[in-house]
């Protein structure tokens, strides 16, 4: 029958697409599906379908639930066909949803491995130190003063060791990379083996024969912290120390409208390469506005539209065609955009000429509301004066804080302002709240009025505007190598934002042989060229 | 017109008699000279080989006596009155031309010109 079909599918090609989410739920998923399968033999039980699928890839699901003769079994879905939806259902999804947008089930618990790691160093040694004591008091040698120096160099080099981790370690995530950090991965597995194998030792030769030579057990403890310092300085270099040698110039392009900047990267994975240029980003690059493209687009659209292709006899270019049409098809085509390619460059184009003046009308109409802006902040800013101490005990009945005297002098400039940022297209980034605030920061830190004007006058980096605009956006990245492996000479990959996308090459930095050249200062020697002409 | 160490210096010249023309006090000839042994050879505008030092006529005054003696501009001054002009210092050859005792000066000069000239009527006749 086809709804038992259908039910089975459902399960098998759900655990499928959810798999594909994250792997971390994985398992969770698989004991899931295999307790539906064995209740579906005992009986038959029409079970509504799990909530995850119908979230993700319902391209997926939809071709699967197709089945041959589809059209004649299904009709129009109504909302109380097998795709329903109860209460519970939509805040199952609402919930899934909130847990796979962040990835805030992987940080923690990468968190809480890593401390119970640390957990585990620390208390090591303080454990072979205290066992002893504890299993075997009796039998245990009287520690003597070398024995108690240990004790002192051990409490010592563990708060050393507590320092110098949480200095390094425990930092605040400033990012959410797709992969794990591989250096880190690799160093906590090396801890933990080191932690694992002195145990082993400690359990085997020490704790079964019980050991009476105490001095011999705090001597294989302070080794023990020895060699966890040796490790940190280990991580210290191959965290930190590796990458700050530049070896690749970057080039980073924005797609929209061209931006280009070069950066200097030293060794690292590409997901953390792009995290170093997403924040050089932000500091670098002038701000995205969308509104400085609308030319360009139009532009283009009139390309387009100018020309037009009629097919005079009758053939069709379908696009899926199979076989040897498929070639004629795709024939017609280039020879239709090589038609329109060599008639728009043969037509006498004078966009050009409309370019031309255009702008210049665009670039001297700016300079204009450019230059009467600039006059209205100058006069606006004569009218404000900063009280001196004495004349505070004079005249208390006019004083202002910074706040009031900007919502004082801002009428005066607020319409030449307004003009000035329409002209360049400007008006969405600043809005009238944020530009008193800045003019009462200005007027408090005693700056010009060019200074204030700076903010206005040049399209600044996107740290400098409000914090919708530049709150830590959902970036992609996409790449054809692995975004754990190294950059390399010719690595290409995007950084795909909502709006936009940075294109990024590297290049590796050449050998540099340099050779000196000796100069001996007595050598700067100079004669006289003369050059006369007597008259005779 | 270069000049190789060791060896003498052939070239074709013309004489040109200038008689010099009294004009109030002194004695002039209408022309300036530029070049010397040590003067900077590299500067000199009308010489072929940018390290010949000898003495160049760098300007002629027009109707002086020079002129009218048919001296050119860019000549090389070989020997003034006999006295050798191709290994002199710049004063020394001013000295030479500038003497007050005598009213002619009779110049040998060469100029490139005369060269080609002796070369075409070689060619012209090949048997001779």
New interface residues.
């Given amino acids: 029958m086809d709804t038992e079909s259908t039910y089975s599918g459902y399960s098998y090609y759900s655990g499928r697409s959810r798999g594909s989410h994250r792997h971390g739920e994985r398992s969770r998923d698989r004991h899931k599906s295999r307790s539906k399968d064995s209740r579906s033999e005992k009986s038959v039980t029409i079970n509504t379908p799990p909530a995850e699928p119908l979230l993700g890839d319902t391209a997926v699901r939809g071709e699967q639930v197709q089945d041959d003769n589809w059209g004649e079994t299904t009709t129009a879905i109504t909302g109380t066909s097998e795709h329903s939806l109860s209460q519970e259902d939509i805040v199952r999804i609402t919930k899934d949803l909130e847990d796979s947008v962040g990835l805030d089930c992987r940080r923690y618990f990468t968190r809480t491995l890593a401390i119970i790691l640390g957990l585990l160093v620390f208390l090591t040694p303080l454990a072979f130190l205290v066992l002893p004591h504890i299993l075997w008091p009796d039998k245990l040698q009287s520690c003597g003063t070398a024995c108690e120096g240990l004790f002192i160099s051990v409490a010592f080099k563990l708060l050393i060791l507590l320092l110098a981790v949480w200095a390094l370690f425990f930092r605040p995530a400033r990012a959410g990379l797709p992969r794990v950090y591989v250096f880190r991965a690799l160093l906590a597995v090396l801890v933990l083996l080191f932690v694992i194998s002195y145990w082993l030792f400690y359990g085997v030769r020490i704790l079964d024969s019980q050991d009476e030579n105490y001095q011999g057990i705090v001597q294989y403890a302070v080794s023990l912290v020895d060699a966890l310092l040796f490790i940190h300085y280990l991580a210290i270099v191959l965290l930190e120390l590796r990458q700050l040698q530049p070896c690749y110039s970057v080039c980073v392009t924005r797609s929209t409208d061209g931006e280009t900047r070069h950066y200097n990267l030293g060794q690292l994975s590409i997901q953390r390469a792009a995290l170093a240029i997403i924040e050089h980003y932000y500091c670098d690059f002038p701000v995205h506005n969308p509104a400085l493209l609308s030319a360009s687009k139009s532009r283009a659209a009139k390309h387009l539209a100018g020309l037009k292709v009629y097919n005079v006899d009758g053939e069709f270019p379908a696009a899926p065609a199979e076989g040897p049409g498929n070639n004629a098809a795709a024939g017609i085509a280039h020879s239709q955009s090589r038609a329109m390619i060599a008639a728009a460059a043969r037509r006498r184009d004078t966009s050009h000429n409309e370019l031309y003046y255009e702008e210049a009308e665009h670039e001297r109409r700016v300079r204009k509301r450019r230059a009467r802006l600039v006059v209205a902040v100058e006069e606006a800013f004569t009218h404000i004066k900063r009280m001196q101490e004495e004349e505070q005990k004079k005249a208390p009945g006019d004083v202002m804080d910074p706040r009031e005297a900007a919502q004082a002098i801002f009428p005066s400039m607020a319409r030449a302002l307004q003009k000035y940022l329409r002209t360049t297209k400007q008006q969405h980034c600043h809005s009238m709240e944020s530009i008193q605030q800045h003019l009462a920061f200005c007027i408090t830190n005693n700056m010009t009025p060019k200074a204030f004007l700076e903010s206005y006058l040049t399209p600044g980096p996107t740290v400098q505007y409000s914090r919708d605009f530049w709150r830590a956006r959902q970036w992609t990245l996409i790449s054809e190598a692995s975004v754990t492996s190294g950059l390399k000479d010719g690595t290409i990959f995007l950084l795909k934002c909502v709006d936009f996308s940075l294109v990024v090459t590297s290049k590796k930095i050449p050998y540099i042989q340099m050779s000196e050249e000796y100069i001996d200062p007595k050598s700067h020697k100079f004669v006289l060229?003369?050059?006369?002409?007597?008259?005779? | 017109m270069s000049f190789v160490p060791g060896q003498p210096v052939t070239a074709v010249v013309e004489r040109v008699e200038i008689q010099k023309l009294r004009q109030g006090e002194n004695l002039i000839l209408g022309f300036s000279i530029g070049g010397g042994i040590d003067q900077d050879p590299g500067q000199n505008p009308f010489s072929e080989d940018k390290s010949d030092k000898g003495i160049y006529v760098t300007r002629i005054s027009p109707k002086g006596p020079a002129d009218l003696a048919g001296l050119k501009m860019g000549d090389k001054i070989m020997q003034v009155n006999g006295w050798d002009m191709t290994m002199v210092t710049h004063d020394q050859a001013r000295k030479k031309l500038t003497k007050k005792r005598e009213d002619v000066v009779r110049l040998l000069v060469t100029r490139k010109s005369l060269e080609e000239a002796v070369k075409h009527s070689k060619c012209s006749y090949p048997k001779h």
Avoid at chain 1, 529 to 536: A, G, I, M, P, Y
Wanted: avoid cysteine.
């Fill in positions: 060229r003369l050059q006369s002409e007597t008259s005779v």
